[in-house]
T-cell receptor
Framework: AAGVIQSPRHLIKEKRETATLKCYPI?????VYWYQQGPGQDPQFLIS???????DKGSIPDRFSAQQFSDYHSELNMSSLELGDSALYFC??????????????FGPGTRLTVL | KNEVEQSPQNLTAQEGEFITINCSYS?????LHWLQQHPGGGIVSLFM???GKKKHGRLIATINIQEKHSSLHITASHPRDSAVYIC??????????FGTGTRLQVFP
């Protein structure tokens, strides 16, 4: 079965550069979530989108922005990168079912290293 | 205090042992997830629970909503079960709040 696809899988950037991470949800999934997991830390929720509209926002820095496109894929744009942005960035997708608790399926993550 | 607490933080076991990982949470939830994260970093969803008990192969997950507690059990553990197991809860919104994870190592 198709899974969540993230690209790139690994990314190395210099401080103050920009980075764009992409997430392709499972077909027919309409909701995308972004999580950040720093070294040795729990994943933290950044932002989510449902039907191309932002549905929830967590601890996402102002230097980051994201959107969901008409084909439901999502991009996380990160500017003025800092050393502390080095982390594993997960995308998850789900399909809204009208009930609470839609199961989220995770992508393999993008490992971002800022030098 | 974290909203989602797991115990133990680290667990070692011999192959074949029965393993239990516990998760307690302090917020109202609509669902609880058990996730598995391997050393490469990828996260796999094992279970999503809102009540009762679920079983998949050698894995069993239970939840007690009144006590705000869930357990993940692994029967007949195997070295390939070695991973970090994460409990994550969903409140009124869809975002997940993650526990601190339990690092499991199963030795042959």
């Amino acid at each position: 079965a198709a899974g969540v696809i993230q690209s790139p899988r690994h990314l190395i950037k210099e401080k103050r550069e920009t980075a764009t991470l992409k997430c392709y949800p499972i077909p027919r999934h309409d909701t995308v979530y972004w999580y950040q997991q720093g070294p040795g830390q729990d994943p933290q929720f950044l932002i989510s989108f449902y039907e191309k509209m932002q549905s929830d926002k967590g601890s996402i820095p102002d230097r980051f922005s994201a959107q969901q496109f008409s084909d439901y894929h999502s991009e996380l744009n990160m500017s003025s990168l800092e050393l502390g942005d080095s982390a594993l960035y997960f995308c998850a997708s789900s399909r809204y079912s009208g009930r609470a608790g839609n199961e989220q399926f995770f992508g393999p993550g993008t490992r971002l290293t800022v030098l | 205090k974290n909203e989602v607490e797991q115990s133990p933080q680290n667990l070692t076991a011999q192959e074949g042992e029965f393993i239990t990982i516990n998760c307690s949470y302090s917020v109202g939830i609509s669902a609880l997830h058990w996730l598995q994260q391997h050393p490469g970093g990828g996260i796999v969803s094992l279970f999503m629970l809102s009540s009762g008990k679920k079983k998949h192969g050698r894995l069993i997950a239970t939840i007690n909503i009144q006590e705000k507690h869930s357990s993940l059990h692994i029967t007949a553990s195997h070295p390939r079960d070695s991973a970090v197991y994460i409990c994550a809860v969903r409140g009124n919104t869809d975002k997940l709040i993650f526990g601190t994870g339990t690092r499991l190592q199963v030795f042959p």
